[in-house]
């Protein structure tokens, strides 16, 4: 059975992430809460690894989850990632929260990749930010 927990490191290191990445700063003015947490699942998607991944809180739940995003972290998968590459993939998984301002109401939105990985990680950190050491 899969346990996921609230990560306070997690959102310590959202924290410097958005504060170093002024592309990020539009999150704090519009008030976007996000939480962070981690989970003991590896988890696979074809035949790659999911390092984490960003949801939005459905208006169901809302009730229940005081965020409008939340971004999980599956803890097997970055196993052996250092603080640097931990940033790098807070940085990413950031990048996946939107907000559709065309209409007359606010909406948050997931952003999807534009290419496998965002071209604005791959032009920062090049393309083999996630390899490890194992």
């Not at 809460?33 to 690894?49: A, E, N, P, W």
């Not at 999980?72 to 993939?89: H, R, S, T, W």
Request: with cysteine.
């Amino acid at each position: 059975m899969e346990n996921v927990e609230f990560s306070a490191e997690m959102g310590d290191l959202l924290d410097e992430v958005i504060e170093d990445h002024s592309d990020l700063h539009w999150i704090r003015r519009a008030e976007v809460t996000i939480g962070c947490l981690t989970s003991d699942r590896r988890k696979v998607s074809g035949k790659k690894f999911v390092f984490g991944e960003c949801v939005k809180v459905k208006p169901l739940y809302k009730p229940f989850c005081p965020y409008d995003f939340l971004i999980v972290f599956y803890l097997p998968c970055i196993e052996g990632m250092n603080a640097d590459q931990l940033k790098i993939l807070m940085y990413h998984e950031l990048l996946h929260v939107g907000i559709d301002e065309t209409g007359e109401e606010v909406k948050y939105i997931v952003n999807p990749h534009d290419i496998e990985e965002f071209r604005t990680v791959i032009d920062q950190y090049g393309l083999d930010w996630a390899k490890v050491k194992r």
